[in-house]
């Protein structure tokens, strides 16, 4: 728990905004969008701006409630109890914002307020801290439990004429407290959408217009039933293979040729968090606290191998399936449940020297790829 009256909530909130700002230097630094492949970085930016967005209205909630609590020994992000009650004050914060005056008014009060007693006016910046909370909570735009899948593009599979399409969705796993986004990659033999998108060249139809990102699976008659899969089969117990496989076993018709999945954290940030004694210690010796953090996540990827064609008979009929390849010469991907991955870690310049300094980095940083952020420039593998 941290103390709202207390400097360390500063602190956490200017260091892990910092290290998300980092994060999406990084991703939208253009030689690294160059080198993308399928699925660029750019993807990963809507979640970002909800994380942040989220962490904006905690601060502006601890201004009215008397605690907030973080994952301290684990992953270092706010525990999941605030991202629920977040997402239930969305649902109610129109009707709660008819309860508070506006502003102008509020501030107006606070005036008088100090002019007449002489006394900073506690309630009054409490109710304002509120409406804040309210108004940013209200947009919506918030790293909720569970975001819905969106489409956000769409091909036609020369080989096979089927149509394929990428779809993101994510999770804020609440027995890890991570926040986690998946893209996968999917072909689809449906009948009504092969007929609707491809042309007779085996294209994708020009005519038809498709206004990317879509809400949802592409596919109008199996989206309802994909949200109510990503919703149960996201949790980051279950591996990318795990998840990968279900999704060929539940739908026939839907055929992933690759998912990737991005495990944001752990974050560190000196005299906050606890989840590694070693780093926390060298990071307490950086001369600047808002440069005392370190900003972990993991890139996993499963893909298929080989398509197993189906069978047709007169009693029954098997759909095709997929053979997901895991690299089991690698202990690590093995235990994942993937055909590879990417651990990385940002970290500021001024961090990443009291590290170097201390003989620790090599030990510390071991296989991650490491990332030093300076003046709003990050560089690459140091």
């Known amino acids: 728990m941290i103390n709202p009256a207390g400097g360390p909530v500063a602190q956490y909130f200017s260091t892990i905004t910092a290290a998300l700002a980092g994060l999406e230097i990084y991703l939208t630094d253009p030689a690294r969008m160059a080198q993308s492949g399928d699925f660029p970085p750019s993807l990963l930016l809507p979640y970002l701006a909800r994380l942040t967005a989220s962490l904006r209205c905690w601060e502006n909630r601890i201004g009215f409630t008397e605690q907030f609590r973080i994952s301290r020994a684990e992953s270092g ?12 004050d969305r649902n109610t914060a129109e009707k709660r914002l008819t309860q508070i005056p506006e502003a102008d008014v509020l501030r107006s009060e606070m005036a008088d307020f100090i002019l007449r007693h002489r006394a900073f006016p506690e309630a009054l910046q409490s109710r304002m801290a509120e409406r804040l909370y309210l108004e940013q ?29 990428a779809v ?14 998946y893209i996968a990659l999917v072909e689809d033999s449906s009948e009504n959408l092969v007929n609707m998108l491809v042309s007779a060249d085996g294209k994708l139809d020009p005519a038809v217009e498709i206004p990317l990102p879509v809400g949802g699976l592409l596919n109008p008659q199996l989206a309802a039933q994909f949200d109510d899969f990503v919703g149960k089969s996201s949790g980051y117990a279950l591996t ?24 944001l954290g752990p974050f560190y940030s000196a005299g906050i968090t606890e989840n590694n004694e070693r780093i926390n210690g060298i990071l307490s ?11 972990t996540w993991t890139q996993q990827d499963v893909f ?19 053979e997901f390849f895991i690299d089991t010469n690698n202990l690590e991907a093995a235990r994942m449940g993937v055909s590879g991955y990417e651990k990385h870690a940002l970290v500021p310049h001024d961090a990443y020297q009291a590290l170097y300094a201390a003989g620790e980095a090599a030990g510390i940083f071991g296989d991650y790829k490491v990332h030093v952020i300076s003046s709003n420039q990050v560089i690459s593998e140091v």
Do not use: C
């Open 168 to 181: 993101n969705w994510g999770i804020f796993d609440g027995s890890q407290t991570l926040p986690i986004v």
């Open 240 to 263: 990318p293979a795990t998840i990968a496989t279900n999704l060929d076993r539940d739908f026939p018709t839907l055929h992933p040729k690759q998912l990737r999945r991005f495990v």
């Open 77 to 88: 992000f706010p525990v999941f109890q605030n991202v629920l009650e977040l997402e239930n």
């Open 304 to 322: 298929s191998k080989a398509e197993r064609p189906g069978t047709k008979g007169f009693f029954s009929s098997t759909p095709p399936t997929q």
């Open 137 to 165: 909570v209200s947009k919506g735009e918030i790293f909720s439990p569970t975001i819905l899948p969106e489409t956000v593009y769409v091909g036609v599979n020369p080989k096979n004429r089927r149509p394929y399409y």
């Open 285 to 295: 010796k950086v001369r600047k606290p808002e440069n005392a953090w370190m900003l």
